[in-house]
């Protein structure tokens, strides 16, 4: 079992920055792919980005490609979602995902892909 918590959401102003950690607990942080997901008012969850379990691969949806950063310290157990260029669009809750991998495997956006989910953190921009 793994446990999230997500902290660092708050209010920013557009083109302002943010950073959001996950910390894990529970079972090998380094064998999970960790991943943030994002719901806004009356949207879908979607994926926001992801990085592997231990060989640093990244990927970002489009949307935040170029202004946001992931990364992750597995000493720490912990996972950092970089916000920078902040859009009112980017309001949202923020949620940190986890699913255990053993080896190399591909990094999926898929929401049924990840089996542990913290209870997000609130993120707003203001214009």
């Known amino acids: 079992q793994v446990q999230l918590v997500e902290s660092g959401g708050g209010l920013a102003q557009a083109g302002g920055s943010l950073r959001l950690s996950c910390a894990a607990s529970?079972?090998?942080?380094?064998?999970?792919?960790m991943a943030w997901f994002r719901q806004a008012p009356g949207k879908e969850r979607e994926f926001v980005a992801a990085?592997?379990?231990?060989?640093?691969?990244?990927d970002y949806a489009d949307s935040v490609k170029g202004r946001f950063t992931l990364s992750r310290d597995n000493a720490k157990n912990t996972v950092y979602l970089q916000m920078n260029s902040l859009k009112p669009e980017d309001t949202a809750v923020y949620s940190c995902?986890?699913?255990?991998?053993?080896?190399?495997?591909?990094?999926?956006?898929?929401?049924?892909?990840?089996?542990?989910w913290g209870p997000g953190t609130q993120v707003t921009v203001s214009s």
């Open positions: 995902a986890a699913r255990q991998m053993i080896g190399y495997a591909l990094l999926l956006r898929g929401i049924a892909y990840y089996n542990y």
């Open positions: 529970g079972r090998t942080f380094s064998n999970h792919h």
């Open positions: 990085i592997a379990n231990s060989d640093g691969r990244v």
